[in-house]
Each structure stands twice: as C-alpha cells, then as structure tokens.
C-alpha cells in the first residue's frame, strides 16, 4: 500500500481536530507531537508519534522533537529524482506529503506585564520554522498549512480528484514563509528593544497584519488597505481604535484620524481639535468639551465640513447634541455615553470611534516611518517638548505668566500643522492657523486674513525661525501682542529688532518642529 503522510505540529489548536479528521478519513497517517498528540487522542483520531519514527524521545524540555534527519529528509526530497528515491529507500525514510505548523505564542508573550526573558526565550520556536520554511522549500511536492483559516480549503482540494493545485501550493508557500518571516522580525525587534538603546539598526524589519482592505486608497484608482504594526503598541492609537457605529473607514479617514489623535495627546486639560486634510483648523482646550469644541470650531467655520474630530474626555449628550448638526466624517473620543451614541446613532454615515486611554497622559515613542520610492526613511517621533525653563525672552518687553501659558499651547498646538505653519491663540484656544506654505508670510498671511479681528490681541507661534521680519511686521499689523519661535535664523537680530520697534515679546524656544 502507498502510505500517504501527513506531519501536524501545531500550537494553535483551533480547527485541528476537524482537519485531523478529514485527513485520516483521507487516509493519511498522522505524525505528531506533544500537545497536538494529547488533543487527537482525547478526540480518538489515530496517529503516530514522531518519537516512534525517529527513534528518539522528544528532549530537553521539547526543545527538540522534530529536529530529525528522517522528519526533514522525509519533507524535502524530490519526488521526480531518482536518487533522492533511493536515498530515502536505503534509510527506510518515508515521504511526508502534508506539514500542517504554527509557531509558540511569542507575539501575546512579549504583551504580557513585566514578562520575564526566561519566559519570552522559551517561546522561541525552533523546531516549527524549520518545520515550514523545509515544506514552502519543496512546495511542488508538499502542502504546508500555516493557519487554520486554510484548512477548508485544503482539505478541500485534497478530497477532489485534481488535488491540491500548483496555485494552491505556491500560495501556501508563500503565507508559510510569510509566517516565519514575521515571526523573526518580531524576534529581533523585541530583543534589540529589551537589550539595546540602538533605535535605527543596520538593518532594519517591520512586520504588520492587515486590519481591512479598503474600497480604494488616497484616490479611486489606487488600492489601498489598513495594517497594523507588529507587536501591537499599547499607546491609544488609530489601530487600536474601535469602531462603534458609521460606515467603513476610509484611507483619507485614517490618515487624518491618526492626526487628530496624536494632537489631541499633546493636551491635559478637556480638549477638541479639528482635523482637515491631515491638518488642524481649530484646536482648545477649556473647562468643559463643550466649550472646547464652540472654541475649536470658531477658528475656522468653514473648514470642519467633512472634517474629523477627536475629544480626550467621554463624550456626553450636550456634545453631541451639538455636534448632530453638522456634517462630520469620525468623531473620536475615550468613549460615549449611552445618550450620546444615541443622539449620534442618527447620523447613520457618521464614524464614531472609542479610544480608551486618550484621557490620559501617554508616555509616547517608537519610530515614525514614511515611505519614498524604493526606501523609506525612518526617524524618532516628534514628542519632545522643550521645557519653559530653557526657554529665553530676548526682547526688551517681557510676556506675562498668561502671556507663557498660552504660548505652550501654541507650540503644542504649532508642532501638528504642515510646515511652513504658524498658529494664533487666544488663552488655550486657536483663532488663526496657517500651514502648509512655501514662505513663512504667506502662511502668516493667510492665518491673518482668516482670523480677521480674531487676531487682534493674541500670540503668534511658529513651526521655525523666521528668515526676515516680514512675517512679524505682517502679525503685529494684524493685532498680535506676543511671538514665540524656536530662533536661529542668521536674521536673528534683524527679527528681534522688528519686535522691540513694535513693542511686543518675543521667545525662543530652541527647538524647531518642521512637519512634512
């Protein structure tokens, strides 16, 4: 008789018993190991230990059980060469036609609080990549299954009498390989965090998972779909967002949903802010949202249509009441209460997501990766703020304490609007914003003209130093009464002696905030 083998080594258990089943009944004789074992004989489905083929017992804690010539000889020889046959006649090797492998847990380990590296070493799987990548290898003769949402469909084609097809193997040989791929790289990445202060390696893996394909991505005519990066951070995050009601988010939804909720991070104090093609138009912070939000919105009433909005306090019914009444893509917020999901549940487009976390200061890092043709470039990300302490008023009139306040919430507010950008506060409210410019005064200029006699008695931040005074003449023309800027033009003298003629502080902060 022609016996059929099939080797299932797997940590996952789902699905196992049923595929085992179909296997059996197919007429494969099932290898296995350890835990795989305990399962298959609790549901009276036959099999082989892999320690009675190889005639050693699993060893060192299981740290070897299927790292064994006849295992490896059995999944890699060729069947159509002549002396791959003869070798494994000569050995009394059998030919092993199915792997069916996934990997120890090692992504939810490293997720556990305080996890010891005992523990995350342990979780190291050795034996099973080896297992795959040997099956995706000889992936003509041999089907590897690496997840239970492929057990169907192999089984499937096994029961037919075409069988598993060449698409089918070069298929699953690619998730196999993919699977090993992502493993290490999650690995290396770990232990390189746990073990190094190295933050930009030689060389450099991410690893991600899809979270939705998107009906299109930036434009129609370019597919686009939404990953997750692996492991998953524990910081609030558009990833980590739950979706409570609207229809599916979109690509540009996402992207300017990830800003308003980093920007929204910057502030303690019960704060809205207003997203507009991955910019803000209004950002305040007050005693209550619904004042932040009035505040937020009077900044520019015009562009909060078919904008995104993020909260870092749970919205209540008075928010939303007021919120209904315009047209908006996402509200973020920690959470909702019951009689606001309720007011919102009416506006049936209306993307509502929870974000737990977001009411809380986070201790934020990691890396900020942008994709270029053929690269990307990879940098820290921008969470540094430079403490009031270093910062040097270098005009001969002085800002008062309230002067400051405002000015920290200018630059927290500066630091997430396109470069070249400038901002206008009043308090711990926005009411005049421009960015995204070729030329500091224009973008001044533009911030001036929106805000009208809004300007008028209110401070100025800007992203970077000013290469002329024309942007400072432009803003005090227009009512502002304080600057704050991170200095080091080379017209540095130039700049401040615009502000002395004009009678109102200046601050540098030294510490330029450029967004690209």
Same mark, same amino acid.
């Given at each position: 008789?022609?016996?059929?083998?099939?080797?299932?080594?797997?940590?996952?258990?789902?699905?196992?018993?049923?595929?085992?089943?179909?296997?059996?009944?197919?007429?494969?004789?099932?290898?296995?190991?350890?835990?795989?074992?305990?399962?298959?004989?609790?549901?009276?489905?036959?099999?082989?230990?892999?320690?009675?083929?190889?005639?050693?017992?699993?060893?060192?804690?299981?740290?070897?059980?299927?790292?064994?010539?006849?295992?490896?000889?059995?999944?890699?020889?060729?069947?159509?060469?002549?002396?791959?046959?003869?070798?494994?006649?000569?050995?009394?090797?059998?030919?092993?036609?199915?792997?069916?492998?996934?990997?120890?847990?090692?992504?939810?380990?490293?997720?556990?609080?305080?996890?010891?590296?005992?523990?995350?070493?342990?979780?190291?799987?050795?034996?099973?990549?080896?297992?795959?990548?040997?099956?995706?290898?000889?992936?003509?003769?041999?089907?590897?299954?690496?997840?239970?949402?492929?057990?169907?469909?192999?089984?499937?084609?096994?029961?037919?009498?075409?069988?598993?097809?060449?698409?089918?193997?070069?298929?699953?040989?690619?998730?196999?390989?993919?699977?090993?791929?992502?493993?290490?790289?999650?690995?290396?990445?770990?232990?390189?965090?746990?073990?190094?202060?190295?933050?930009?390696?030689?060389?450099?893996?991410?690893?991600?998972?899809?979270?939705?394909?998107?009906?299109?991505?930036?434009?129609?005519?370019?597919?686009?779909?939404?990953?997750?990066?692996?492991?998953?951070?524990?910081?609030?995050?558009?990833?980590?967002?739950?979706?409570?009601? &609207?229809?599916?988010?979109? $690509? %540009?939804?996402? @992207? =300017?949903?990830?800003? /308003?909720? *980093?920007?929204? #991070?910057? +502030?303690?104090?019960?704060?809205?802010?207003?997203?507009?093609?991955?910019?803000?138009?209004?950002?305040?912070?007050?005693?209550?949202?619904?004042?932040?939000?009035?505040?937020?919105?009077?900044?520019?009433?015009?562009?909060?249509? &078919?904008?995104?909005?993020? $909260? %870092?306090?749970? @919205? =209540?019914?008075?928010? /939303?009441? *007021?919120?209904? #009444?315009? +047209?908006?893509?996402?509200?973020?917020?920690?959470?909702?209460?019951?009689?606001?999901?309720?007011?919102?549940?009416?506006?049936?487009?209306?993307?509502?997501?929870?974000?737990?976390?977001?009411?809380?200061?986070?201790?934020?890092? &990691?890396?900020?990766?942008?994709?270029?043709?053929?690269?990307?470039?990879?940098?820290?990300?921008?969470?540094?703020?430079?403490?009031?302490?270093?910062?040097?008023?270098?005009?001969?009139?002085?800002?008062?304490?309230?002067?400051?306040?405002?000015?920290?919430?200018?630059?927290?507010?500066?630091?997430?609007?396109?470069?070249?950008?400038?901002?206008?506060?009043?308090?711990?409210?926005?009411?005049?914003?421009?960015?995204?410019?070729?030329?500091?005064?224009?973008?001044?200029?533009?911030?001036?003209?929106?805000?009208?006699?809004?300007?008028?008695?209110?401070?100025?931040?800007?992203?970077?130093?000013?290469?002329?005074?024309?942007?400072?003449?432009?803003?005090?023309?227009?009512?502002?009464?304080?600057?704050?800027?991170?200095?080091?033009?080379?017209?540095?003298?130039?700049?401040?002696?615009?502000?002395?003629?004009?009678?109102?502080?200046?601050?540098?902060?030294?510490?330029?905030?450029?967004?690209?």
């Amino acid at each position: 008789m022609d016996y059929r083998y099939a080797l299932i080594s797997v940590y996952d258990k789902e699905g196992i018993v049923d595929f085992s089943k179909g296997l059996h009944t197919l007429g494969y004789t099932i290898l296995t190991t350890g835990g795989t074992a305990a399962v298959l004989q609790k549901a009276n489905i036959p099999y082989t230990d892999v320690s009675s083929v190889t005639g050693f017992p699993e060893m060192l804690d299981g740290r070897v059980k299927t790292l064994h010539p006849i295992i490896h000889a059995g999944i890699l020889a060729r069947r159509e060469k002549k002396d791959h046959q003869k070798t494994l006649k000569e050995h009394h090797i059998n030919m092993i036609d199915v792997v069916v492998c996934n990997l120890y847990p090692f992504e939810s380990t490293i997720q556990k609080p305080n996890v010891s590296i005992e523990e995350v070493i342990e979780n190291i799987d050795i034996g099973g990549p080896t297992l795959i990548r040997a099956a995706a290898k000889n992936y003509e003769d041999v089907v590897v299954v690496t997840s239970p949402k492929h057990y169907h469909e192999v089984l499937q084609a096994l029961q037919s009498k075409k069988g598993v097809s060449a698409e089918q193997k070069e298929k699953l040989a690619i998730h196999a390989y993919a699977h090993t791929a992502q493993y290490d790289a999650m690995i290396a990445q770990y232990l390189r965090s746990r073990w190094t202060k190295e933050v930009l390696p030689e060389d450099f893996s991410i690893t991600m998972r899809k979270i939705q394909e998107m009906r299109y991505g930036e434009n129609p005519h370019q597919k686009g779909a939404f990953y997750k990066s692996l492991p998953v951070t524990k910081e609030p995050c558009i990833a980590t967002a739950e979706q409570l009601q &609207g229809k599916e988010l979109s $690509f %540009n939804n996402i @992207l =300017d949903s990830n800003c /308003a909720i *980093e920007c929204i #991070k910057e +502030f303690n104090a019960p704060s809205c802010v207003i997203i507009k093609h991955a910019t803000p138009c209004g950002i305040a912070s007050a005693v209550t949202e619904l004042q932040a939000w009035n505040d937020a919105y009077a900044t520019d009433i015009y562009s909060p249509y &078919g904008g995104i909005v993020a $909260f %870092n306090r749970e @919205l =209540d019914h008075e928010v /939303a009441q *007021e919120l209904s #009444k315009y +047209f908006l893509e996402v509200i973020i917020a920690p959470g909702f209460t019951p009689e606001a999901q309720q007011i919102l549940q009416s506006k049936k487009n209306l993307r509502c997501l929870g974000l737990p976390g977001l009411e809380k200061k986070q201790m934020r890092n &990691g890396l900020d990766l942008r994709s270029v043709v053929g690269g990307y470039l990879i940098q820290e990300r921008d969470v540094w703020f430079a403490d009031q302490n270093t910062w040097k008023v270098v005009t001969k009139n002085k800002p008062t304490k309230e002067d400051l306040l405002s000015m920290d919430f200018a630059v927290r507010c500066v630091k997430h609007i396109k470069s070249n950008s400038v901002v206008f506060v009043k308090d711990t409210r926005t009411v005049g914003i421009g960015g995204g410019q070729t030329s500091r005064v224009d973008a001044t200029w533009i911030a001036t003209n929106k805000g009208k006699d809004n300007i008028k008695g209110s401070i100025m931040a800007s992203d970077a130093f000013f290469p002329f005074r024309d942007a400072v003449d432009v803003a005090v023309n227009a009512g502002v009464k304080a600057i704050i800027q991170p200095g080091g033009s080379i017209r540095d003298a130039e700049v401040i002696e615009a502000a002395d003629h004009h009678k109102i502080p200046m601050v540098f902060t030294g510490q330029r905030y450029f967004r690209h």
